[in-house]
């Protein structure tokens, strides 16, 4: 695949994330099904399986970042341990470790963090307990659906589809037509 190929995805892929959070909320999911439409790859156990990871796990902010986990578990979905070969003794889960990692390191270069209260404090100059009605409000008042972490999903999405482009994990399916 050509580089123009690839930023031209990189950048749909950034619009999905951004549009799907913006309209649909729930960062997580928002992210894992922008890059499972680019990438031709959709799994509704997975994309079902991420809706906990929203706002920093069900909303208290002190988890992971939803973008954050969508690309960990788009990368799953691509190179994981199956439950039908626990054993593993291939070491499949030791090549998904290694690039989880490498994944890590963009991330926090690209955001700052992987925590999402450390990124709403860099995004909004304070952290959100967007559970509660109040703090929610307030966290809508400042852009949260509307540039905060829209951008966030957005800038998550690109860089795992990137990242997923270029360590050559697309699926087979890639390319053919979506339902």
């Given amino acids: 695949m ?12 950034y619009d999905l994330g951004f549009e799907y959070e913006k ?4 960062c997580s999911q928002a992210g894992l099904a922008a890059i499972q ?13 991420a809706t906990g990871f929203a706002g920093g796990g069900g909303l208290s902010g002190v988890s992971v970042c939803g973008g954050y986990a969508a690309g960990v578990l788009a990368i799953g979905q691509l190179l994981g341990r199956e439950r039908s070969n626990f054993k593993d ?13 490498e994944f890590t390191g963009k991330y926090i ?29 307030k966290f809508e008042a400042a852009g ?16 795992a589809v990137r990242f997923i482009l270029e ?8 390319g053919e037509p979506t339902e």
Wanted: net charge negative.
């Fill in 167 to 174: 360590k050559g994990l697309v699926p087979e399916s890639f």
């Fill in 89 to 101: 003794p291939e070491g499949v889960r030791h090549q998904n470790f290694d690039l989880v990692r």
């Fill in 23 to 26: 309209v649909y909320r729930g």
């Fill in 144 to 159: 949260g659906h509307e540039d905060k972490c829209t951008d966030v999903v957005g800038r998550a999405t690109r860089l």
């Fill in 109 to 137: 270069e690209e955001l700052g963090s992987v925590i999402c209260r450390d990124i709403q404090i860099r995004k909004f100059g304070r952290p959100y307990y967007i559970a509660d009605k109040d703090e929610y409000d």
């Fill in 2 to 13: 050509k580089n123009e190929q690839i930023n031209e995805l990189v950048q749909k892929a």
């Fill in 37 to 49: 439409d680019i990438l031709n790859m959709k799994n509704d156990d997975i994309f079902k399986a």
